[in-house]
């Protein structure tokens, strides 16, 4: 069965990098892109960008562009985002999903706190 | 970019209602539309797919229309189970979007 599972929590402080790991089993990781999506507390869903598995092609939301990146090692079935200069507003859930628009498999979440 | 504007943002309803959530494209993104369901806690659950299509295992009261920029969920006979806040998503283009979500509460 597909299965996305996330690495741990995080806590950073402002100014800092956080790099999130999804891996992925249950299919042919370089079949499907996978979609990094957000969700600070009490908010909802925003759509972060997009990598291919197949070719490493990214799509990124403009208010990101700068200070995310989203890479994959198909050695090891495993996508990562990278967040850089981090905020106290970065303070949220990430979640990976699998798909290239309609996601139908996602990850557990991995909650990033930003805090002095 | 596309927007899309999701209503309403909440929807206090009984079980056995008939359940209508909108969302309006800002430009045409043909059926490239999708709607999941979110429970606190957990992560989005799809729904709906190019923008009608059932994803397997959803029960049939779920259903997804589209008519023209807008795009309707609905659920025939709100369940228990079905209170949760529900989000579509457009996927036209490279640079896709959420709506604000909806959130569906007991009356």
């Known amino acids: 069965q597909v299965q996305l599972v996330q690495s741990g929590a995080e806590v950073k402080k402002p100014g800092a990098s956080v790099k999130v790991s999804c891996k992925a089993s249950?299919?042919?990781?370089?079949?499907?892109?996978i979609t990094w999506v957000r969700q600070a507390p009490g908010q909802g869903l925003e759509w972060m960008g997009w990598i291919s598995a197949y070719n490493g092609n990214t799509n990124y939301a403009p208010r990101l562009q700068g200070r995310v990146t989203m890479t994959t090692d198909t050695s090891t079935s495993t996508a990562y985002m990278e967040l850089r200069s981090l905020r106290s507003d970065d303070t949220a859930v990430y979640y990976c999903?699998?798909?290239?628009?309609?996601?139908?498999?996602w990850g557990q979440g991995t909650m990033v706190t930003v805090s002095s | 970019d596309i927007q899309m504007t999701q209503s309403p943002s909440t929807l206090s309803a009984s079980v056995g209602d008939r359940v209508t959530i909108t969302c309006r494209a800002s430009q045409s993104i043909d059926f490239w539309l999708a709607w999941y369901q979110q429970k606190p806690g957990k992560a989005p659950k799809l729904l709906v797919y190019e923008a009608s299509k059932l994803e397997s295992g959803v029960p049939s009261r779920f259903s997804g229309s589209k008519s023209g920029t807008e795009f309707t969920l609905t659920i025939t006979s709100l369940q228990p189970d079905d209170f949760a806040t529900y989000y579509c998503q457009h996927y036209s283009g490279y640079l896709w979007s959420f709506g604000q979500g909806t959130k569906v509460e007991t009356k």
């Open positions: 999903a699998r798909g290239s628009g309609d996601f139908h498999f």
């Open positions: 249950g299919y042919t990781f370089a079949s499907y892109g």
